[in-house]
């Protein structure tokens, strides 16, 4: 159970980091016997260090360092693959490998307890720091998520890897994979999920192993990687800004930079979505970033341009909002184009595979004073998030009539190969010219609203116009789950004041998180009286977009106000064995 005071809501700082420009090291391995293959049942797992030096920063005005040390994970004669899932937010998380046995592919359930939640493998990597002297400085262990920013590590491995890009950090994921591909090597530094170590300017020597579950688990053998760390001490005066976008040894967050998308090329009109050739993957500069107004947790993102870096500092004071941004600093995902004109023929909706839109328990809950010009109000804010657990993808386009404030609205549905096969009328876009928003949104998406105890209405969220965008990874496990869903970044998907069609598409596995805190969005509670109420966040509300199930469209979260006018607080209980407010 979480009690929150009264709070100005301020956007978390952003922080960056160096990870490795490139694998400088070499990695033979002896080519499997058919004997050999057949009775494998799970990837040989490696640890090594990309180079056997690493220089780290320290800054004057915010000492501590950031582990990034260059040891990855590789993975070799099949990729390192899990599935880590929960039946309900009442189950606990488990996982499972899945290993191969004559070739095909065998789920293996992993020990209760491997996994605690959906940030990665717990205490994995084991890390000692010592001095010149030989006392240890450090001594920690810190998860590793298989996801986190990667690269071959030969020329003859996979041009890209399958697996999603991050961990989740949303609260109330339900299920994620992650996964090393074969010929690949994941870094092994635990990003946004550890903390940095004061140390003093000078040298060091890290020695990072595998804890012995995971080498037992995994069959690692106990070959620690050995860096030298040399520590150096600057200010942000000395010429670096105080976003921290363009030194060495700076905050990496988790990531993978499998694949950095080209210019999206599957649009053509009468079919969904496809995915683009992928680009060779990022692996230096990587920095988190944050999705404004979708999401108020830390970023976890793979590599990114120092470029797009710079582009995120300069953004780093911009009100919470749903403006521009990265969902989790992965990349600009490439625009989704609409059909090159409106839909002919009769409307339809076939007998075919619909989005099935879902709501998670609103998260991220606090009391805000609606910023300075707005004295003596009481705020309840929060964050929602509508998924799409499939099997189809929600795909929504918007067309202006010329002169016309607002876009007309329809849902598009697909065959099994792709090929549009009907549509329907589903209201409408209209453009939001406020600060914070400067972008389409489309229409009865979603509605919040405070239910009293009795689950009566109390107040109701003036947000019910949504600009979609890809922004978690809710549970990569449901059917047709798209690991690498295109228009997860908002200036992309949701067009320019002078667009004349928009297209707007939510994947399977994947949801939409709005932060509710600006007044208008969040709940004005300056005259509701302290007492138990529910967050509702609801999909779908007006049921004019056509799914598979349109009973699983809400979800209620617990919360009991207190306090005084101007001083309320909120007391968010835990929801089942999710105790995140």
């Known amino acids: 159970m979480t009690t929150t005071r009264t709070t100005r809501l301020r956007r978390p700082l952003l922080a960056g980091t160096t990870a490795v420009a490139a694998m400088a090291v070499t990695v033979g391995f002896m080519a499997a016997t058919p004997e050999q293959a057949k009775a494998a049942t799970g990837p ?56 191969f046995e004559g070739g095909k592919a065998k789920a293996k359930t992993l020990p209760k307890g491997t996994v605690k939640d959906f940030s990665g493998l717990p205490g994995f990597a084991e890390i000692t720091l010592t001095d010149r002297t030989g006392k240890v400085v450090v001594s920690r262990a810190e998860n590793f998520c298989p996801n986190n920013a990667s690269g071959r590590v030969r020329p003859d491995a996979p041009a890209t890897s399958k697996y999603p890009e991050s961990c989740p950090t949303n609260p109330f994921t339900l299920g994620s994979v992650w996964g090393v591909e074969k010929g690949w090597a ?98 230096s500069g990587a920095g988190p970033s944050y999705n404004v107004g979708h999401g108020p947790l830390k970023a976890a993102p793979p590599a990114l341009p120092w470029a797009t870096k710079k582009q995120q500092a300069a953004r780093a004071d911009v009100r919470a909002g749903d403006t521009t941004g990265q969902t989790d ?40 004073d609606g910023g300075q010009d707005i004295p003596g109000k009481d705020y309840l804010a929060f964050s929602a998030n509508v998924w799409n657990a499939g099997p189809a993808q929600l795909v929504v386009d918007g067309f202006r009539s010329p002169g016309k404030a607002k876009m007309d609205a329809y849902q598009y549905f697909y065959d099994a190969r792709g090929k549009q096969v009907g549509y329907t ?5 209209e453009w939001d010219p406020r ?29 019910e116009a949504f600009c979609l965008a890809n922004t978690d990874a809710v549970d990569y496990t449901v059917k ?31 949801g939409d998180t709005y932060t509710q805190d600006l007044p208008g969005q969040s709940f004005d509670i300056t005259d509701v009286p ?33 306090g005084t006018p101007g001083r309320r607080t909120v007391t968010v209980p835990a929801h089942d064995l999710v105790n995140a407010n």
């Open 44 to 99: 040989r797992l490696s640890l090594i260090a990309a180079t056997g030096s690493v220089t780290l920063t320290s800054w004057k005005e915010d000492p501590g360092v950031y582990l990034d040390l260059g040891t990855y994970l590789t993975a070799e004669g099949t990729p390192l693959e899990l599935k880590v899932t929960r039946k309900s937010y009442k189950d606990p998380v488990t996982v499972t490998q899945t290993v």
């Open 186 to 283: 994941a870094n092994t530094y635990a990003g946004s999920y550890t903390q940095p170590v004061k140390l003093a300017a000078g040298t060091y020597t890290a020695k990072v192993r595998v804890a012995k579950k995971y080498r037992d688990l995994f069959g690692i053998a106990d070959r620690p990687a050995t860096v030298k760390v040399t520590v150096q001490e600057r200010s942000w005066e000395e010429g670096a800004t105080p976003a921290r976008s363009a030194a060495a040894g700076e905050h990496a967050g988790h990531g993978a930079g499998h694949q950095a998308p080209a210019a999206h090329n599957g649009h053509g009109p009468g079919h969904a979505p496809t995915p683009a050739q992928a680009g060779a993957p990022e692996t």
């Open 329 to 368: 600093g992965s990349r600009r995902a490439p625009a989704l184009a609409p059909q090159a004109k409106r839909p002919a023929g009769n409307p339809s909706v076939p007998n075919v595979p619909k989005p099935d839109l879902r709501s998670l328990p609103a998260y991220g809950i606090t009391i805000s």
């Open 425 to 429: 009328p589903t209201g409408t876009m």
């Open 435 to 463: 600060p914070g928003h400067v972008h389409w949104h489309f229409t009865d998406f979603a509605s919040y609203r405070l239910l009293k105890a009795d689950k009566k209405e109390a107040v109701r969220s003036g947000k």
């Open 480 to 510: 047709n789950a798209n690991w690498h869903p295109y228009n997860t970044d908002l200036s992309t998907a949701c067009g320019q004041e002078n667009s004349i069609s928009v297209r707007e598409v939510l994947d399977v596995g994947s």
């Open 530 to 562: 302290n007492g138990t109420y529910y967050i509702q966040v609801l999909a779908n509300p007006a049921k004019r977009l056509k799914e598979t199930n349109l009973d699983n469209n809400s979800a209620l979260r617990k919360v009991v106000l207190g």
